[in-house]
T-cell receptor
Framework: GNSVTQMEGPVTLSEEAFLTINCTYT??????LFWYVQYPGEGLQLLLK?????DKGSNKGFEATYRKETTSFHLEKGSVQVSDSAVYFC???????????FGTGTSLTVIP | DAGVIQSPRHEVTEMGQEVTLRCKPI?????LFWYRQTMMRGLELLIY????????DSGMPEDRFSAKMPNASFSTLKIQPSEPRDSAVYFC??????????????FGAGTRLSVL
């Protein structure tokens, strides 16, 4: 079946620190992979995506590379800001593209 | 486009009352999803529709929950009767599959439900 496992939180970092949030997946076929971000009081927003192996998704300084050999899609940012404080969800969409499978979310707090 | 629109944003009701949550998907999208988010269980898919037809409702917790999509621009999630354990944030999302077979889900801002 399809599932996503992501790093437990919460994560607290100082401003300008390096961020990694781990995500691994189990899927049949060739899924698409996503990172969504949820700011307080809001819905989930797409942060970045990758649709095939070795693709790198990037947005707002965040990056994630689709690694088929390790079934991973880790989120990274070189220098976090206070405004990056949010909950981050890793997700996959099966190759039929209908349903999403979300991880449990990782809460990030960035302190000045 | 205004995005996915949910109403109300907040709902407070008493146990036993009927609750109706509403969703307007993005125009042109052919899939609509209802999710529930709680601290304990995270984000759970309740039901999803394709072209207004329910495809998978296996996530609906029990018969007290029902969802409809009478047309492409409107869906409701109803809880009758409501119970305190239904308190959660309910999200609606929509997507367009397109020819690539790959779609992105766009979420509404959610309805925060409190059942007293």
């Amino acid at each position: 079946g399809n599932s996503v496992t992501q790093m437990e939180g919460p994560v607290t970092l100082s401003e300008e620190a390096f961020l990694t949030i781990n995500c691994t997946y189990t899927a049949t076929g060739y899924p698409s992979l996503f990172w969504y971000v949820q700011y307080p009081g809001e819905g989930l927003q797409l942060l970045l995506k990758a649709t095939k192996a070795d693709d790198k998704g990037s947005n707002k300084g965040f990056e994630a590379t689709y690694r088929k050999e390790t079934t991973s899609f880790h989120l990274e940012k070189g220098s976090v800001q206070v405004s990056d404080s949010a909950v981050y969800f890793c997700a996959l969409s099966s190759n039929t593209g209908n349903q999403f499978y979300f991880g449990t979310g990782t809460s990030l707090t960035v302190i000045p | 486009d205004a995005g996915v629109i949910q109403s109300p944003r907040h709902e407070v009701t008493e146990m036993g009352q009927e609750v109706t949550l509403r969703c307007k998907p993005i125009s042109g999208h052919d899939y609509l999803f209802w999710y529930r988010q709680t601290m304990m269980r995270g984000l759970e898919l309740l039901i999803y529709f394709n072209n207004n037809v329910p495809i998978d409702d296996s996530g609906m917790p029990e018969d007290r929950f029902s969802a409809k999509m009478p047309n492409a621009s409107f869906s409701t999630l109803k809880i009758q009767p409501s119970e305190p354990r239904d308190s959660a944030v309910y999200f609606c999302a929509s997507s367009f599959r397109g020819t690539s077979g790959k779609n992105i889900q766009y979420f509404g801002a959610g309805t925060r439900l409190s059942v007293l």
